[in-house]
């Protein structure tokens, strides 16, 4: 996996360690695909992977991460990716690992201490309550249903929430809820901490789905009269759209960064497969529909890969860009991942649908990325009226129409009028 | 126009003043599409970005460019692009800019004064003779069949050069030949630098092509006995091919930037077409099908921008990986401008096949690309060898093979089987 | 060109005696790519065609065509359009062929001796006057602009069209006209049979366009107080939008026709091209990046054929629903030809971007078939109305809702699932 | 589902027959989507499907089937395939209903008899032993390892196949081994009607992939000094190659029409979606990038359906044709069926992924069947050879070289030439 750009030497140097924690101790331990890993395996991964000092490579060092910033993330991550277990290996999986980046960010010294301390660690494990059953927030977070009411020493929620990733193993949930205006803070979304042990919390029905590697499913959560106190809030109350972009956008981008690792094993795997097969007489990678396959496969890595190192300097330098572009690398790299992982999987023929091979299982894992973080097409509709909008300031600051087809013209610009 | 990546603040000063020369000076000027733009009008633009310190951007300042690092090429480039004229007016179109850089860094201080500073100056202009005809240098340069003989006190040149750009404007040839190994230099490829009118050159049939931004047209040259003195030989003998691997990489990254600076302009043009049109009843740019064009046009031109960056950064820190990683870049944009340019010009509708506006002139620019400065079909084949060659070596190095599907298994690993 | 259905005798006769005219005879006449049609050389071909018997396949035989059905007209003018000139050289070329069965079908037997006869002969040509320029009726005919106002004795019309493919060649126009409700005729749409000579007749803008293969170019049409008479309705007033119907179904599907003709002889060329020439030490059409897009042009052609076979035999014997399906033909088919095209330049390398080859040319031609006959995009949109339409009816007859997500279920149905 | 060809009365009958028996009767039988169907629930089914008059359509009426001719078959077929079980209730599922159809063309009437019969009645199952371990006989045919010697009153098998589709629940296996010459007969390939309960059967090794719809999943078959008297030779030693074609192509055409008509209920999957939810204010059926999707599906499933009945009827009338368009059809409509079940799941978001719908289960169904039957780069390798050789033969009775580009020309035809 050549990562063509110069990274730091220290950066570059966790890279290559990481790249050998998992070649050398995660891949020989993965279990078959589509099955779940042991707790037991993955204490043991967690545990190695500290040792080896490349646990959980995007959380601050105070708290045992190693520290990287965002910036440098990808290369990090896709080395992880490589292994469908990888990234919870290292700890560096979501849903923890986009809550880990919030609670840095936005949480209170306590909250860190009593949050933050224990998910880096491995100790606890959380979820994310956003998604709502339909009409409510889904593609369109404006829909937010879930509702909590200001109480006497903290707040009241009433919801219900879906596709809840990983709620099910999870010691507590960052829940967004709509809030009234209240004490001088704005009405409309908050965030708040709760423990999956308060009363009336309730894990409802289990949505069974395609992918596989998010451990703790993606189940229904009921919120029905669940007291938290004023420090559950994280953040401001009412700022809650707001702090989800801070989550939505890198999170989004380290799927991106997990996954592109994942299609670098598929090609990898049916490079080893074309190197190795003759067919027709020939090694199979010297026949042009192979290759043809395979070009299009490293060129759909290489873009991946391009857009989100751009994307993750831009997050650094101007977050609201860096949001706007995340749209554009998580379409992208979830298309691109795709087409990696259906051409290698064509590329292995009749072995390529069997579970000899991981390919059919890992294709089950990232059909759902195009529709998980907001679906592309979504994402698509936001790129174009971003666009759109971003033209017509220019309009309005006197940028000529260049459509105009109203001018008279003098003479014909094609060759046969030139001729006629 | 929004470059996403923080430029160092003397690139970015000069982007935006290249920006604001090409909008308010360049564009106003721009012939009608297809049309040749004529020489005074070259030559008072000329003058004009001299004055305005954005000429030649690439050059180096000593000869009057403006010195800017490869690396940050690409957002002056594309900036220039944004007008069909715009590179010829900065002179920094193909074949002088690629020359430039090549005289640059091989050329000895005399050759430099003679031929690299009247370039620079926009003095002189120039061709590069090295696609022959079939079954000569073309896709594949090691069917190089010109040559040159050595003989006393310089060499004799004879062949035939086809698809010559620019040469019919051209005060001199950068001629690659066969020559044998003499002298202690090793037999191979041999750059020649041939003055036009030098006793024995001359141009054939004109090549018409369906591209017209390249003044001096694309025709046969032929060299028939022509001598030039020793210090003719740009670098060493027999080390053309070598340098044409130090032109070629960047040339067709330049190629990249300008065009990528067109299909910018293109998806404008759209988007001032959909901000102002209604049709069933709608603004055209809220509707879908609208959408999903402008979307694709906008994921094409990011993912263009990060890889043109990606690879420019890289073929200053390892020219090699470098330009491997141009053809990716090079296959990838060349599609992606050709899609956007088409988009644009399909989102104008019956207004986008007339010359009311350019975009159908624009569309027969870059379909010549996608064939030029190699062939895609060619990039994709160096693609894929080059990904095979890299699996096969880590398995020479340990890898395990993982295809491998030899290996027995224990239990079943998909739905049905486990419930069987 | 293997025509894989089976043919009645006679058709299949004609058919091969079109092939061999085409080649025989047309095919060396052909001007060079982009050129117009020298009118003399026209008359000669035309005069070739009525003596091989293969003049006009289209037209009933009492007027001196061929009299094929339409539902075998597609194997015959495919074969035409294997020449750019080849539907001119037969006179079944837009406009004067949709125009030819609309009075065939629906004008009155002084209609057809006045208009019909000497179309068919090829002593007239004649326009179709439908698109207007924005806000009027384009993509969207309900926006018609151009009106008539019933006097006596006749009917003023007072319009501007533009787009009128052929006018100025054209000794008279079908004029598509908005009309109040008049004796008893419905408010709507009326066609008007006008002599272009008529005063009030001006023709206006001429509009350069990419494509060359229409005689009679695209100019604007000005109808100022322009009167006819009575019996120059043709059909019914007020059923215009009716009989457009009527016209545009087939004119779109012979449109698919001839152009598949040329994507064949495109393909062709390509071939002759890979068969010939050796590179990388392979002849061409072993290599497998040749091999794949040869294989997707075959199934481009070979899809394109079927559904307009289909298509043509649906507008036989269900007018509406062939209707519909042509906007699936157009779109299918003005796609695939145009990557036919593409493909074909795109192997033929250099030489598919000059004038030597005409596939430069058939691209310019082509592109403009994406918009023309209804733009894709307006077809599409079309194509996903009738569908959401076809299923609520399916809904309000009965069928179950197949989206349905409320039912409980109970039990897992994935793999992790079932063991977890 | 719009079948827009006309068909005769009784064919028209038995589809609506059909049709109101899947929908009636079969689908509300349906397991939950990747379940196998119990034995009971399938003999129940069919009991119902012969009671009312729509079982086994393709076999002959002789054996109890319903005797519709194989250019018909597809509307039926894609009734059928309308539920992923419709193809095993009606007894025209995939192996059993390609080996009807070669015992029926190619057996003896003692073979019928003992085979046919009971496979039409659906007391017995069968298998289709082809395929072999690499580097035997799978893509490439000619590398059959497998071998029968002729030996006293019969023949001894020997050989090791896999991908042995159904071979779990079969009676019968029809085994392709290599033979060589014998009593007048060609070395080549032979067909073996070998009983499963044969001394030296032996069932190996489970191929767990990632489709369900064949009941007797895809095992590993040994063959193992097997003995089989004369009269198991299915018709003539040393044809077996031909015969493989027999089965083959109409096999493959089978495949794309049963999984057409599972393509045609995802798309009313969607559409049942998108007519019933809002998002964004609109209903979804009105935002273009949903009718963007709507539209390409649409176009997927009629041009699919027009080159199957394209193929079908030219499978009746010249065999070899047939078998060569088949190739075509296969490529075309298995990447056209994943297309519009892909664009399905997307449609429905986020229950699309989950088991709440069945498309992730169809999706992982048809992913196979761009690799079954031949993987499609076989295909479109045979495609390219066939149309290589087609023009070469064109070539060899005179077609002129119409990728010549060595005539001198004399004028040129773009247009900056003809004003420079």
Known sequence: MPMSTALPPDIEDLRLRTREFIRGTVMPAEPRPGAVVPEELLAELRSAAK????YAPHAPKEYGGQGVPLQYWS?????????????SALNCMAPDEGNMHMLHLIGSEEQ??????????????SCFGMTEPHPGAGSDPAALASRAEKVDGGWRINGHKR????ANNAAFCIAMVRTDAVDGAPAGATMLLVDMDTPGVRIG????????????????????????????????????????????????????????????????????????????????NELGLAQEMIAQS?????????????????????????????????????????RVIDRSLQLCGGD???????????????????????????????IARRASARRRREAEHGAPDLADVSAPIDAAAFPADAKA
Not at 315 to 322: H, I, P, V
């Open 205 to 284: 029905e289990q949505l069974h789905t395609m992918d596989r590697a998010i451990g703790g499913g993606h189940p229904h959560v009921h919120f029905e009269d669940v007291f938290v106190p004023d420090d559950a809030v994280l953040g401001t109350p009412g700022e809650g759209f707001r702090y989800a972009q801070v989550r939505l956008g890198p999170a989004r981008l380290t799927h991106c960064m997990r996954w592109l690792g994942l299609a670098r094993r598929s090609l990898d795997i049916a490079l080893d497969r074309t190197n190795r097969r003759e067919i027709f007489g020939s090694v199979m």
């Open 51 to 54: 040792a080896a000092g490349v």
């Open 352 to 382: 390529g649908v069997t579970d000899r091979l991981p390919l059919a299982a890992y294709l089950n894992e990232v059909r759902a990325f195009r529709i998980y973080d907001g679906s592309n097409e979504t994402h698509k509709w936001a």
């Open 112 to 125: 860190k201490r009593r949050y933050l301390v224990p998910l880096v660690a491995g100790e606890a494990r």
């Open 163 to 166: 596709f809840t990733s990983g």
């Open 75 to 87: 290369p990090i991550f896709q080395e992880a990716g490589y292994s469908l277990i990888g990234p």
């Open 298 to 338: 490293v060129i759909d890595i290489e873009t991946s890969d391009a857009i989100i190192t751009k994307t993750a300097a831009l997050l650094e330098t101007d977050a609201k860009a860096g949001s706007a572009l995340s749209s554009v690398a998580k379409t992208h790299t979830s298309e691109a991942v795709y």
